[in-house]
Structures are given as structure tokens and as C-alpha cells.
């Protein structure tokens, strides 16, 4: 049973990927780290002794804090981080009590490199549907939170991706993007090695919704109704993709907890 400054894996794994995820850092030694190159999904890799440095960014936030068993390192670290006012728990057994429950975990060799405020760049076309929404609500739930995402004339993907450093998604020829039958969205969980039951439902979802095969599930339609809804109420593709957040948030848990609930008229409670 957990501590009171402890978290475990069922619990945390109830938080990754909602809007309440606490902020994950990965305190693991290099050695440790090297070995076993995943990430917990939303985590970051910080230095054990220099957590101090995350003070001002982590304030009014609650932390959660692992490295390889969830012992001395995870422990100091997360005691400095509440020593500085950070509401900080420990994961209990670190990563291998994560990765050993058979949770899905992130491939490093695939995330891009951060610009100097810590932030991947993601650039792609104007005018956002449902791949250019589905696509950066995964990543900043489940790769990097503080994801910036760049919306541009489609003739200029490219160029800005070069000029800024940035990851070119859902164009064509670009790695993140449509394979075969499968759109961009399965293409990231795939890559990013994020193939757990919820998302591989809401990946349906989106691709029948994106490839206009609405057949795939009863869902599919509704998400493209929806989506084409939110593309007539935002002029500003950044204001439709924070609203677009909400909706696969709401996706995601009813994937996640409520398929099988069912709602009819009258209600079956004759008591209502």
C-alpha cells in the first residue's frame, strides 16, 4: 500500500492522459536511463540534484517524481521539491513497477528535439479538421505537455519545419503522417509506442472519421459532425484546437470507462 507521499501505478495510471495529470519527471541516473530508454507517457527527464530548478515552474502544480525502484533518488528529490512548497509525490517502484505492469511507455528514440524553452514544434496546414486536432491532443497528453503547435499555408510546411526546427504532421511524404489505411493519429500511437486499449478505440474513431469511412464505428460520423462544427465557430486555429482539446479529452474517457453505458428515454429508474 502507498504512503501518503507515495503514488502507485493503478492510480497514476487513472491520471496520465487527463487534463489532472500531474507533471511527470523522470529522475533516473544516465546509467539507469541508457538502459531502458522509455519514458513514462507526458514525463521529462530532469537531473536528480538539480530539481531545485523546477521550483518556479512547478508552483500550484502537483508532481509526481520517479526514477528506476521509486528509492533514494525519487525519495530525496521529491522531499526537496516539497521543501520548496511543490505538492510532490513518489511513484511506488519507480519505473519497473510501471513498466512491468505491462503499461505503455514512450519510445525517446522518437520524440524531437525541444527548442531552448523546453518545448517540442510541431508545424502543419491551416484550417485544423480532425488528424490535425486528434494528432496534437495525444501529444500533449501523452508525450509533451507543453507541446507548441504551428498552423501554416499548406505550400509551407516544409520551409517552416526547416527554418524553425519543426516537425512536420499530416502532410504528405512526411514521417508522421497517413500510412496506407491508417491516418496520422495511428501513426503516433504506433511510433510512440502508445497502444493501449482507450487510445486503439479512439484510433478507430478518427480514422473513420478522417478517411471518410464512417462504417469503421457508430462514433465516426458523430466525430466528423462535431469537428466540422468547430472549424465554423474558430477563425483562430489555436482557439479550435484548445476547444478540440476538450473534446478528445471527453473521447478518451468515454473510451476509457464508458462504453458500455447506455442512456434510453424513459429512464429505467422509475424512481426519476
Known amino acids: 500500500m502507498a504512503s501518503p507521499i507515495q503514488i502507485n501505478v493503478n492510480q497514476l495510471k487513472r491520471l496520465v492522459g ?17 538502459a531502458d530508454p522509455y519514458l513514462i507517457p507526458g514525463a521529462k527527464r530532469h537531473p536528480f540534484n538539480d530539481v531545485e530548478a523546477l521550483v518556479a515552474s512547478l508552483h500550484t502544480k502537483r508532481a509526481v517524481v520517479y526514477c528506476q525502484k ?25 519505473q ?14 522518437k520524440l524531437p528535439e525541444k527548442n531552448r524553452h523546453g518545448q517540442s514544434v510541431w508545424v502543419t496546414r491551416l484550417r ?3 488528424d490535425r486536432l486528434a494528432c496534437p491532443w495525444l501529444i500533449r497528453r501523452f508525450v509533451d505537455p507543453n507541446a507548441q503547435f504551428l498552423f501554416v499555408a499548406s505550400s509551407q510546411v516544409e520551409a517552416v519545419a526547416e527554418k524553425f526546427s519543426a516537425t512536420p504532421f499530416d502532410i504528405e511524404g512526411a514521417f508522421w503522417s497517413h500510412r496506407g489505411e491508417q491516418c496520422s493519429f495511428d501513426t503516433m500511437i504506433e511510433e ?8 486503439k478505440k479512439l484510433a478507430l474513431i478518427v480514422r ?4 471518410d469511412n464512417h462504417g469503421l464505428t ?19 486555429d489555436l482557439a ?33
Do not use: C
Open 18 to 34: 487527463t487534463p489532472t495529470s500531474p507533471v511527470l519527471i523522470d529522475v533516473r541516473i544516465d546509467e539507469d536511463f541508457n
Open 70 to 94: 521509486g528509492l533514494k533518488i525519487s525519495e530525496g528529490a521529491a522531499a526537496i521539491l516539497r521543501a520548496n512548497g511543490v505538492a510532490t509525490e513518489v511513484l511506488e517502484g519507480g
Open 96 to 109: 519497473f513497477a510501471w513498466r512491468d505492469a505491462g503499461e505503455p511507455m514512450v519510445d525517446v528514440s
Open 128 to 130: 485544423p479538421k480532425i
Open 192 to 199: 510512440f509506442g502508445l497502444t493501449s486499449e482507450p487510445l
Open 208 to 211: 473513420g472519421a478522417d478517411t
Open 218 to 236: 457508430p462514433e465516426s460520423a458523430g466525430l466528423l459532425a462535431v469537428s466540422l462544427g468547430l472549424s465554423r465557430m474558430y477563425a483562430d
Open 240 to 272: 479550435q484546437l484548445d476547444a478540440g482539446m476538450l473534446l478528445y479529452d471527453a473521447l478518451y474517457r468515454w473510451a476509457r470507462d464508458a462504453t458500455d453505458e447506455r442512456h434510453n428515454w424513459p429512464s429505467a429508474d422509475k424512481s426519476l
